[in-house]
């Protein structure tokens, strides 16, 4: 198993992601974790690579990796960072337990060109099942967590994510879905067959 | 490791002086120093290692198997150890102005053949960058692989970073600042202050069997509460009694942290120079990395420095707290380099660049091996 197959099952959104980036970018991932999506952009796209991550155990992962990363917590925002000195900006599977998202989505679109958000999307079929028969929080895979402690702050579903674009004028350039279901139903009824969604978000 | 310390001299001549930011030039400068592992053919391994203000070049090792304690930073220094001296060679060499070997207020004066005392000019933490730079060009080595230092020693890493970009390829500066703050420089007052008011004192012109000592241990006993934290004090002595099961109504020491101060300032004062501390805090006073700059802009500063910035901070540090090297970090940010900081949790204070040595360590060894492979 390469590492991308490793983290392909740990971390669903990294292929769409990793494929979504040009070589040679310049790029910054919020939220990094241990570095590893950094380390191959620099190592297989050539790409100058910053991360951030609030986790010391992480933060030692992307030192041994030479992965250079800054500990800091997302919600103290990105204003130490100029405007548009990065080519992507990366929130992967993150936006959901950020203080004020769009806020910092505000700040991705302001110091790069293009932002890259992958967000889980409660919407998906299995999870509205959970809700609707069920009639507790979905818990799964993904979302292992219970409603008393879950890190999570905003889950919503792609229908509500578009709608917050929409309001606050993000432009989504491209989104790429991961399903478990055809391609036609996923691209027809995405808000439905779509677990988690990736947005390219230009400005 | 059995270490000896190694002098080098330089400056005899008025054109191989050393110009002193202040304006002055000193003759004769002695560079007391010490070195551990080997230098390879490359010159490629070698590290600087900058001590904070009272320390020494005694960094690692033991001078002779009987000494009580090693180096100040032994924890960190040797073979198999973060600076593994198996792989890198490692130099720490004394201040300019300190006591500990190389000219400092206590060195005699060529022009007058007394000690400097007060006659010593003042000094920048600049001006000890450029001694160690003579050095480094006496070693013949063209380039650190890095230069690392807490606190002081820090300060040391940075001005080496904007000044000398080519000679350094990475720099580690921790639990330091990028100047002092106004609550720094009023401690360094109040140090001074109990010094210079001490009657023993005599304009810096006090004697051996008659030394400033009480002055000089309450500055070091008030110096010591700032590198300290209050959980830290609040877990290493609580309100324990020290020898004593009640208080005994009297203003001698009751509780362990008062005699744990006196102790600190007894012991201060015997090994080291009063005028050196006045010099030394002074120059720690007047650092300040963004004056470099016409407009105070401290990103311009650090624009000129080329080298790889690994910057640790300690969580309960107060005296030059996280939020001093997220300064640094944010500067370096907008001159678009890439950067590694971390802050790490722990009780300990501003010592904790002195104690925390397991997840420093760990660092330290990895931020190096990734320096080495881009050396």
Known sequence: MTELDYMLNTKPDIQAIYDSIPEGSRVLDLGCGDGSLLELLRDKKNCKVQGIDRDQAEVMKCIAKGIPVIQTNLDQGLSYFQDKSFD?????????????????????????????????????????????????????????????????????????FCTMCEKESFQISSTKRISRSSDFLTNTFPNLFAEICIFTISG | MIVKPQTYTFGESESDALKLRCGSTLRNVSIEFETYGTLNEAKSNAILVCHALTGSAHAAGKHSEDDRKPGWWDSMIGPGKAFDTDKYFLVCSNILGSCYGTTGPTSINPDTNKPYNLDFPMITVADMVDTQHRLMQHLEITKWLSVAGGSLGGMQALQWAVTYP?????????????????????????????????????????????????????????????????????????????EMDEY???????????????????????????????????????????????????????????????????????????????????????????????????????????LEDDTLGDMVRNFLKTQEACY
Not at chain 2, 254 to 279: K, M, P, T
């Open chain 1, 88 to 160: 992507y900006v990366i929130l992967g599977l993150t936006f959901q337990q950020i203080r004020q998202p769009h806020k910092l989505l505000f700040e991705m679109v302001r110091v790069s060109n293009f932002s890259i958000v992958s967000v889980f999307n409660l919407g998906y079929i299995k999870t509205r099942f959970q809700i609707f028969f069920g009639g507790i929080m979905p818990v799964n895979k993904r979302l292992p967590y219970e409603w008393y402690n879950t890190p999570n702050l905003h889950l919503g579903t792609e229908k509500d």
């Open chain 2, 248 to 354: 005994n109504f009297e203003f001698t020491h009751n509780f362990q942290i008062e005699s744990y101060l006196r102790y600190q300032g007894s012991q201060f004062v015997n090994r080291f120079d009063a005028n050196a501390y006045l010099y030394i805090t002074r120059a720690m006073d007047y650092f300040n990395l963004s004056m470099e700059d016409p407009e105070g802009k401290l990103e311009n500063v650090l624009d000129k420095a080329t080298a790889s910035f690994l910057i640790i901070s300690f969580s309960s540090d107060w005296l030059f707290p996280p939020y001093q090297s997220m300064e640094i970090v944010k500067a370096l940010m907008k001159c678009r380099r890439e950067v590694t900081y971390c802050e790490i949790e722990s009780d300990y204070g501003h010592d904790a660049f002195l």
């Open chain 2, 166 to 242: 080519d000679a350094v390829h990475s720099v580690m500066p921790i639990a330091t600042t990028p100047m002092l703050s106004p609550q720094s420089i009023a401690f360094d007052w109040v140090g001074r202050e109990a010094v210079m008011s001490d009657s023993n004192f005599k304009n810096g012109e006090y004697t051996k069997d008659a030394l400033p000592e009480t002055g000089l241990s309450i500055s070091r006993m008030l110096a010591h509460i700032t590198y300290l934290s209050e959980a830290g004090m609040r877990e290493k002595f609580g309100r324990r009694l020290q």
